[in-house]
């Protein structure tokens, strides 16, 4: 007797509204997408330059915080040669339309499987010329490892390029097929010059591919897939945004790592977020990027 064709099943993503069938299938398969083309240059110049005014001082914005390269900054280097990083861009006023961008968040909802996203951490990266080595590459880990939300699978990260990445720039890596895999442990690497960069213990037994890629170009990614970038050995500047989206009805649960609590308390004090315990540091940096709030919104998360 013909039982008819099963249906598919889907574990990784939750609908196809916003995916083709085969950018489903090869996210389910993989892990991760790189979605060409998604955003227009002249924004991504304007990011750019908003960058850059952070950078030299120009602009302040509260919440919106700054990490800068060691090596580079004891060089004596300045502005946007010395910055590796401007964390929680999503309340800056210009820098937030990467957060709201209507295909991106498109893609995100046909992940993770919901209307209601939050953005709960977003970065400006740039990768500039004559760092060293150990403080421009980021060793292989996964997000998962710093988020306090559950389950994994309404979590999805995004990852801009703002101009063309290439191996000798800096690109991103990642293990394909590593979202199967369980959270792993994580450790300080021993020769990695940035503060807050952790790594697995057995990065040497898996293999990533280098995710190559033009300006506009959106990389989506499992909290889970193992990833880091290689350094910029260029000369000139390696920039993205990325942002990390959550369903706004998800858990909040207890890391299980105290040092990484701790880290993240400090930040809290550091960042200008106050004294908060690490949940409520991540309530008041996280912030409706479509829908209605949830229960992660439950603080207000306008500064
Ligand atoms: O853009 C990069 O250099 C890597 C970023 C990254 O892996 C992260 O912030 O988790």
């Not at 910055?83 to 006023?93: C, G, K």
């Not at 807050?196 to 040497?204: A, E, L």
């Amino acid at each position: 007797m013909d039982k008819g064709c099963c249906p598919k099943t889907y574990k990784y993503t939750k609908d196809g509204v916003h995916l083709t069938t085969e950018q489903r299938d090869f996210f389910e398969e993989n892990g991760y997408i790189v979605i060409p083309n998604l955003f227009d240059p002249a924004f991504l110049d304007q990011c750019k330059q908003r960058f850059i005014d952070y950078c030299d001082q120009k602009l302040q914005t509260k919440g919106v915080t700054y990490m800068n390269d060691t090596y580079l900054k004891k060089k004596g280097y300045t502005g946007e040669y010395a910055m590796n990083r401007i964390h929680h861009i999503h309340f800056d006023s210009v820098l937030s339309k990467y957060v709201t961008n209507k295909a991106m968040l498109d893609v995100v909802q046909s992940i993770i499987g919901t209307s209601n996203i939050s953005c709960c951490h977003s970065i400006f990266l740039n990768k500039p010329p004559n760092s060293e080595i150990d403080s421009s590459r980021h060793p292989m880990h996964q997000d998962l490892y710093f988020l306090p939300y559950r389950p994994e699978n309404s979590i999805v990260a995004t990852w801009t390029a703002l101009e063309k990445v290439t191996v000798e720039n800096g690109c991103l890596f990642l293990v394909p097929k590593s979202h199967k895999l369980k959270l792993k442990q994580h450790e300080y690497p021993e020769n990695i010059n940035t503060n807050s960069f952790y790594t697995i213990p057995d990065f040497k037994n898996f293999t990533p591919i280098n995710i190559l890629m033009e300006k506009g170009d959106t990389v989506f990614f499992s909290p889970l897939v193992l990833h880091g970038s290689n350094p910029n050995l260029s000369q000139g500047f390696r920039k993205s945004m990325a942002c990390h989206f959550v369903d706004s009805n998800c858990d909040i649960i207890e890391l299980t790592d105290e040092k990484t609590k701790r880290d993240q308390e400090e930040l809290s004090l550091l960042w200008g977020y106050g004294k908060s315990d690490y949940q409520l540091f991540w309530k008041k940096k996280t912030w409706v990027a479509r829908g209605l709030p949830g229960n992660i919104n439950k603080v207000d998360s306008k500064l």
